[in-house]
């Protein structure tokens, strides 16, 4: 079965009411239909619902940044997949690397978040990828190996056929640096044969997506990379001309 494109914006803490309603009429305008393709948004929690009612019966999906690896109980800030789900998230952003680092969570917690966005037919949106001092130190493989393997190791495989991974150079994250094609290239390929150990079929269908200040004029040349399906998107996918010129730009 042959990949289809895949764009995701990733508000981070971004937006209000006022803003957001902009930027997501801006988006169904400009997106009435994709070829091949498909998109969506990942807001703040607190606008999930305005989400909700303006991207219904619409092209643009919607999910939320991040899961509690529970599904309910105290745990005083915290959001379970069900609770996305009764949003109508169909995605969900596990183990952006922000959240490894500022916050503290390990391969097992985002693997644990993996399986807890599964149990609610959440698409789970796995970010992997490595700092500068790893890819200087030429760990970039070893890093991103184990961080698949944290996954696969609990939820098996077959599970990586209902998500998205998304390789994010940390480096490459807001610093207006991004990946060459060919680098960006030779990680997804490896994240490709690192699943094909496991399953050749699953891994030839997975679609694997870039992140790093990715924009709409470096994304057509991103997207033509064999093994590069579309990409997760920060700042630009603020800007709603340049989301949606991302968006056209996965379509295959």
């Not at 937006?15 to 393709?37: F, R, T």
């Not at 619902?49 to 690896?69: E, F, I, M, P, R």
């Not at 990379?225 to 709603?240: E, K, T």
Request: aromatic content about 8%; glycine content about 10%; charged content about 15%.
């Amino acid at each position: 079965m042959a990949r289809t494109g895949f764009v995701a914006g990733n508000w981070k803490m971004h937006g209000n009411l006022v803003q957001n309603q902009e930027l997501l009429d801006a988006i169904v305008l400009g997106i009435p239909s994709l070829q091949n393709a498909s998109c969506a948004v990942c807001v703040p929690y607190p606008y999930l619902a305005q989400a909700q009612s303006v991207l219904k019966g619409t092209h643009v999906a919607w999910g939320g940044q991040d899961v509690s690896q529970y599904h309910q109980g105290a745990y005083t800030g915290e959001v379970s997949a069900g609770m996305l789900a009764d949003f109508g998230c169909c995605y969900v952003i596990v183990g952006h690397s922000e959240r490894r680092t500022l916050y503290g969570e390990d391969n097992q917690v985002v693997a644990e978040k993996f399986r807890s966005a599964q149990e609610q037919s959440l698409i789970p949106i796995l970010c992997v990828g490595e700092t500068l001092a790893q890819r200087e130190a030429n760990d970039t493989e070893q890093v991103i190996a184990m961080q698949l393997d944290a996954v696969i190791g609990l939820v098996g495989a077959d599970a990586i056929k209902h998500s998205v991974i998304a390789y994010e150079p940390v480096w490459a994250i807001g610093t207006g640096k991004t990946a060459t094609p060919q680098q960006a290239q030779d990680v997804h390929a490896f994240v490709r044969s690192r699943i094909a150990a496991h399953n050749s079929e699953i891994a030839a269908d997975v679609q694997i997506v870039y992140g790093g200040s990715v924009k709409a004029n470096n994304a057509p040349e991103l997207f033509a990379m064999p093994d590069i399906d579309g990409g997760l998107i920060g700042g630009a996918s603020l800007v709603a001309a340049e989301f949606i010129s991302i968006c056209f730009a996965a379509q295959s």
